[in-house]
Nanobody
Framework: VQLVESGGGLVQAGGSLRLSCAGS????????MGWFRQAPGEEREFVAN???????YYTDSVKGRFTISRDNAKNTVYLQMNSLKPEDTAVFYC??????????????????WGQGTQVTVSS
């Protein structure tokens, strides 16, 4: 099973990026697909997730700016990031989990992780 992120890069504050995460090795349609991020010296933190029933959660700092979506036919989850801020700079990771525990905002709720993609927002 593999998750591969893409779409990271360097962008100016106020700009946009769209991250993609393609899964392979099993079907992810029933999984909760999530995005986390980790800034230098910080813990990995929850960003957003989307459940198989369409339910979505966002961390407060990205509400109104980020949008998570998924294409089950392609085993892919996306994160559209608009109005980016320097404090969004981090390595972004996608994850897949089937536990359906609470809001699935903890790292330990997920079974598979991608390798991460760097997002750098300059001021």
């Amino acid at each position: 099973v593999q998750l591969v992120e893409s779409g990271g890069g360097l962008v100016q504050a106020g700009g946009s990026l769209r991250l993609s995460c393609a899964g392979s090795g099993r079907t992810f349609s029933s999984a909760v697909m999530g995005w986390f991020r980790q800034a230098p010296g910080e813990e990995r933190e929850f960003v957003a997730n989307k459940w198989s029933d369409g339910k979505i959660y966002y961390t407060d700092s990205v509400k109104g700016r980020f949008t998570i979506s998924r294409d089950n036919a392609k085993n892919t989850v996306y994160l559209q990031m608009n109005s980016l801020k320097p404090e969004d700079t981090a390595v972004f990771y996608c994850a897949a989990g089937w536990r359906s525990i609470g809001a699935m905002t903890r790292r330990q709720d997920y079974d598979y992780w991608g390798q991460g993609t760097q997002v750098t927002v300059s001021s």
